[in-house]
């Protein structure tokens, strides 16, 4: 059984080499893909690896191996819970020099997750799924069936200065089988490009038909500058600690990121929910929710179409009282994006707030 764990293991390089050198039968089972190292390489040479999920694939191998299956097991890994493809981003890893670009990292799933989940025909695991998963210690085949959830992308990133570098992969856990693979580099200025390519790659490898609609969402940016956009990821990473501090420096980093682009609304919207946040946690001050409420206003004109603006109106509109309209601003914002959890979020969230659990 082939892991990151098992590898790494001197018993396990021992049992494997004593097994080639006595002429044992070997079946090298990836749990999770993994790169052979150099002590199991020449006791694994010439011997084809096969994902533990793919069922059909052992069963062939043990026929190899001149032995017989007696009965194929029947049972899925994921059961499907509707029509949809289920699917999910997994942690991308910064692979940085310095280390400190998890920011980056975690900005390029979200983006990712975000445009993926405008697709009606994909049923995407949210963003705060991504981060719990940080967390989990099984295995991914088990994760999969427990979530119900049969694609994941793996990824890692590379960020020193301007360059930038992402590999990710897309993998099919029932099959074991990966859908696609890719390396692609640049610099900041081209991280708009390789967003899109990722995400094109993606509905390819799960063969998605879009709408022309969906078609142009995937490639839809909230700005095309990117420095504005390197102060926004870097924004979002503050205010998701929850601190007095992080949101007061998320709000400025947005306002940085409006200055480099006044048309950015995404920014807008972004510094109205981190000064919604300071006011319901920290700081009482009323003149937090009236500009709050001034850079939506910017924001919906600049964008009219911008759906998540609903998410930080609602909260604002419920801090001052005005729950008729708080609630009517969650629902605005699930009739105009279903598919966003941020949308069912903001009316749990009001819900939630005026002891209506």
């Avoid at 995407?124 to 295995?139: E, F, H, L, V």
Wanted: net charge negative.
């Amino acid at each position: 059984m082939l892991s990151p764990d098992s590898i790494a293991s001197h018993n396990v390089v021992k049992e494997v080499s004593l097994a080639s050198e006595k002429r044992k039968k070997i079946l090298p089972l990836d749990l999770e893909p993994v790169e052979i190292p150099k002590n199991l390489q020449y006791a694994l040479a010439g011997l084809q690896r096969t994902p533990m999920t793919n069922i059909d694939a052992i069963i062939r191998a043990i026929g190899k191996l001149g032995l017989e299956a007696t009965q194929a097991p029947t049972m899925k890994i994921v059961k499907e819970t509707d029509g949809r493809k289920s699917l999910m981003i997994l942690p991308f890893e910064d692979l940085s020099p310095t280390g400190d670009n998890s920011w980056f990292a975690d900005g390029i799933v979200t983006e990712l997750i975000a445009a993926l989940g405008q697709i009606k025909s994909l049923r995407i695991a949210d963003p705060q799924a991504t981060k719990d998963y940080k967390r989990y210690t099984g295995t991914l085949p088990v994760y999969a069936r427990e979530m119900g959830i049969r694609y994941f992308v793996q990824g890692s990133v590379r960020k020193f200065g301007d360059q930038i570098k992402i590999n990710a992969l897309l993998l099919d856990i029932e099959t074991g089988d990966q859908l696609w693979q890719d390396s692609l580099k640049g610099t900041m200025e081209d991280i708009f490009d390789i967003q899109e390519k990722m995400a094109e790659k993606v509905v390819e490898g799960l063969k998605l038909h879009l709408t022309p609609g969906e078609k142009q969402k995937l490639v839809e940016h909230g700005t095309e500058n990117a420095e504005a956009y390197e102060l926004f990821l870097k924004a979002n990473e503050y205010f998701t600690r929850s601190t007095k501090e992080c949101f007061q420096l998320a709000a400025r980093l947005y306002s940085e990121a409006i200055a480099l682009d006044p048309g950015y609304a995404q920014a807008y919207s972004g510094k109205a929910n981190a000064m919604a946040s300071l006011y319901r946690a920290y700081d009482r001050n009323p003149h937090l929710l009236d500009e709050g409420l001034s850079l939506l206003q910017e924001a919906k004109r600049l964008k009219p179409d911008l759906a998540s603006v609903n998410q930080p109106l609602s909260a604002i509109l419920m801090l001052q009282g005005k729950l008729e309209e708080a609630e009517h601003a969650a629902d605005d914002y699930i009739r105009s994006a279903p598919q966003d959890y941020l949308s069912h979020f903001s009316l749990g969230f009001f819900y939630a707030n005026t002891g209506q659990p």
